[in-house]
């Protein structure tokens, strides 16, 4: 029942930044942990940054540095703070929930919403 909503996409050049932000219709924790999932087209599901309840991060070996996920409880919004972006980020994006969350593979999503397009141009 709880809605994920995503925002914060669009195109910018490669090196430029974008902040993500994923609006929760209730406590974004309530499933265990949450994260950013993106996908290309023709490719996988990557999780990229995922966030434990008690605050534990696992970052994507191509993400670590350049993005930092972040939450504000009282508004239930999960953000994705991303910087020195490259051509390769390109994806749709999308904040998911789960509840289950690993050291090495992040939170694996139970659900998540529409999505927000990331477009990084060289």
């Known amino acids: 029942q709880v809605q994920l909503v995503e925002s914060g996409g669009g195109s910018v050049q490669a090196g430029g930044s974008l902040r993500l932000s994923c609006a929760a219709s209730g406590s974004l924790f309530s499933r265990g942990c949450m994260g950013w999932v993106r996908q290309a087209p023709g490719k996988e599901l990557e999780a990229v940054a995922s966030m434990k309840w008690d605050g534990s991060t696992v970052y994507a070996d191509s993400a670590k540095v350049r993005f930092t996920i972040s939450a504000d409880h009282a508004k239930t919004i999960l953000y994705l703070q991303m910087n020195s972006l490259k051509p390769e980020d390109t994806a749709m994006y999308y904040c998911?929930?789960?509840?289950?969350?690993?050291?090495?593979?992040?939170?694996?999503?139970?659900?998540w919403g529409q999505g927000t397009q990331v477009t990084v141009s060289s």
């Open positions: 998911a929930s789960g509840s289950t969350f690993s050291s090495i593979s992040g939170c694996s999503p139970g659900y």
